[in-house]
């Protein structure tokens, strides 16, 4: 009886979604010049999304391949104070997810996050917040079950200025992630664990538009392992690189550098080269080029050394893009993107897994009204080729996405 009321309720939220966004469309064009909506001093920022996604590979799977169709509908509300140079901030975002075939699979996740930013004079920013996200699994098998979780990150940022051209953050993160319930026992809380971050970066501003800067991370991360060997582990990270201004025709920030991790029983120690790169490149008026890439050593899903692949991997990441906007309404988008998860274990299986995924995605934009209501269609096609049979597959998804922005 509680699940068929909970259908009956996304049903009814569903309906009622696609009946503000035909309302929406039957206004007259003049009547939707898009204002900033305020209670008293509070800045009020409700969005609403509509998203249908067909994939002809649900599970992800080798053979056998299942396909569906699934709806995912996310409200979220944003509310702004500002107080004089200083802002406080909390934003509440749902994603209400259906398939029509398999929906024993519908689900919920939420995200809270509130930030306080506090600007003093021009030399002095603090930044403390948090991040709260109730989610699950995704299944990976027919009848396969969710696990429910949270994970929870408490974050603080103090940036200074100094001598004109330099600037030194400091950061500090509580990570937090728990499961639900046991099953079968154990299983499950084998991925629950606690990480701490405290890391350091200084810039220099050797040119205008462009810093140098110099960057180190430590990480300890400590899990549940009951009564397997530990898998707690420290890491280090040094970077060096480069950042540049918003404002600049090449903006974001590349980095590269030592990577690091101990384990302190299981798990094999590792130090490698790593990279991080964020860059948007103005190519012409009307066309942006977008480059996003990292090298980083990553936990398996199953922190355990007793898991199938072990405790870590090597994922080294590409990813470029191509923007173009033909009008103000319409714009398209052009991707490619390669991945490579190298594992450092055999596991339980016997064997070191190595994955190389590729990609490819397509799509269109169209503002339906002005910037109120926005009009999406994505293509993506995964490749997953891996050394482990069962790992292999392809999936390809088409997506129409329909965003309300009041």
């Given amino acids: 009886m509680q699940w068929y009321l909970q259908k ?7 309906f009622s979604s696609f009946v503000v966004l035909i309302t929406v469309l039957s206004l007259p064009a003049s009547s939707m010049a898009r204002e900033k909506l305020y209670v008293g001093r509070f800045e009020i920022s409700p969005l609403l999304n509509l998203k249908e996604t067909y994939t002809d590979n649900l599970f992800k799977t080798s053979d056998e391949e299942e396909n569906d169709l ?9 509310v702004t104070l500002p107080v004089k140079r200083h802002v406080i901030k909390f934003d509440y975002m749902a994603d209400i997810i259906t398939y029509s075939e398999y929906n024993e699979h519908d689900t919920e996740d939420h995200l809270l996050k509130g930030l306080i930013d506090l600007q003093f004079q021009d030399k002095w920013n603090l930044k403390f917040g948090n991040d709260w996200v109730s989610s699950s699994t995704p299944p990976e098998f027919e009848t396969d079950e969710r696990k429910d979780f949270y994970h929870n990150t408490s974050f603080a940022k103090v940036s200074y200025r100094f001598a004109d051209r330099y600037r030194i953050d400091t950061d500090y993160k509580h990570i937090t992630k728990r499961f639900d319930r046991s099953y079968p026992e154990y299983r499950d809380k084998l991925d629950n664990f606690d990480r701490d971050d405290i890391g350091a970066t200084i810039f220099y501003q050797a040119w205008a538009k462009t810093s140098i800067l110099f960057e180190y991370v430590y ?33 974001g920030t590349i980095k590269g550098g030592f990577i690091g991790r101990d384990y302190e029983e299981a798990g094999e120690d590792e130090t490698d080269f790593g990279y991080f790169a964020d860059l948007s490149y103005d190519w012409a008026e009307d066309t942006t080029l977008f480059f996003s890439g990292a090298r980083e050593i990553l936990e398996t899903s199953i922190t355990a050394a007793e898991g199938s692949y072990g405790t870590n991997y090597i994922s080294t990441s590409a990813d470029i893009s191509l923007e173009h906007r033909f009008t103000y309404k319409a714009s398209s988008s052009f991707g490619v993107s390669y991945t490579q998860n190298d594992f450092s274990e055999e596991g339980t299986i016997g064997e070191k897994r190595k994955d190389d995924r590729y990609g490819v995605t ?6 339906l009204i002005k910037d109120w209501l926005i009009g999406n269609l994505k293509y993506d096609h995964t490749n997953n080729e891996s050394n482990i049979s069962i790992e292999d597959y392809k999936e390809n998804q088409i997506m129409l996405n329909i965003l309300l922005i009041l």
């Fill in 8 to 14: 009956v309720f996304k049903q009814a939220i569903s």
């Fill in 70 to 78: 699934i709806t995912t509908l996310t409200p979220s509300l944003g």
């Fill in 219 to 251: 990480t300890d991360i400590d899990n549940e392992d009951y009564d397997f060997a530990s898998t707690d582990s420290e890491s280090h990270t040094v970077y060096v690189g480069l950042a540049w201004k918003a404002t600049a025709k090449l903006a």
């Fill in 362 to 367: 397509a799509g269109l934009t169209y503002k």
